[in-house]
C-alpha cells in the first residue's frame, strides 16, 4: 500500500484565509493529498486544507473552497457601519 498523504504546495500557505463552504477564517496551514478510502482495494485521493481558526484547533475543508480572507465582500453588517460612520 502506498503513502495515505502527500503535503502539496500552494500559494496561500500560512496566510489568513476563508473557507467558503462554512464561512469560517483562519490561517492555510498545510494543503495534502490523502488517501481518503476506507477500503485497501480502492484508492480516492483528494487535496484537503488545513486551516487554523481564532480558536486554535485545525479543521479541513476541500482545496478548492479556500480563498483569501480579504478578498470577501463585506456582509450587509459591515456596510452599514460604513455608511454610519
Known amino acids: 500500500m502506498s503513502e ?46 488545513y486551516i487554523r481558526g481564532g480558536s486554535g484547533r485545525e479543521f479541513t475543508t476541500a482545496v478548492d473552497n479556500v480563498v483569501p480572507a480579504h478578498d470577501q465582500p463585506q456582509t450587509a453588517v459591515g456596510r452599514r457601519n460604513l455608511g454610519s460612520a
Not at 8 to 26: K, M, T, Y
Not at 39 to 46: C, G, H, L, T, V
Open 4 to 49: 495515505q498523504y502527500e503535503y502539496v504546495p500552494h500559494r496561500l500557505l500560512h496566510r489568513r484565509v476563508r473557507d467558503i463552504a462554512s464561512g469560517a477564517e483562519g490561517v492555510l496551514m498545510a494543503v495534502v493529498n490523502e488517501n481518503v478510502s476506507d477500503s485497501a482495494d480502492y484508492e480516492r485521493w483528494m487535496e484537503l486544507a
